[in-house]
């Protein structure tokens, strides 16, 4: 298992650019797809954006041109850079990783807090 550890979260004003980080306890090099996902109150958690060690990315639509998702696989780290946060994007960010086989981890999820 990988441990996952969130930052970069709070409160932050409509229009804002927070960047979140995701720390891994293992090389990333040696995870193939990384993500984020979110869960607002009283929804369920939703899928936001990965990447995969071949460099390619996706986002979901109600993020795309607006969210930057990118691994640094020499610190361990995956980011996920917000622009033009809206309210709706008030969510516990949570960090995702899948090692293949059914080895997937979660971080402990951050809160991001946008007032308007």
């Known amino acids: 298992q990988v441990q996952l550890v969130e930052s970069g979260g709070g409160l932050v004003q409509a229009g804002g650019s927070p960047r979140l980080s995701c720390s891994a306890s293992?090389?990333?090099?040696?995870?193939?797809?990384m993500g984020w996902y979110r869960q607002a109150p009283g929804k369920q958690r939703e899928w936001v954006a990965a990447?995969?060690?071949?460099?390619?990315?996706n986002y979901a639509e109600s993020v795309k041109g607006r969210f930057t998702v990118s691994r640094d696989n020499a610190k361990n780290t995956m980011y996920l850079e917000m622009n033009s946060l809206k309210p709706e994007d008030t969510a516990v960010y949570y960090c995702?990783?899948?090692?293949?086989?059914?080895?997937?981890?979660w971080g402990q999820g951050t809160q991001v807090t946008v007032s308007s």
């Open positions: 990447t995969t060690n071949s460099g390619s990315t």
């Open positions: 995702n990783s899948n090692m293949g086989g059914g080895q997937v981890s």
């Open positions: 293992k090389r990333l090099a040696g995870i193939n797809t």
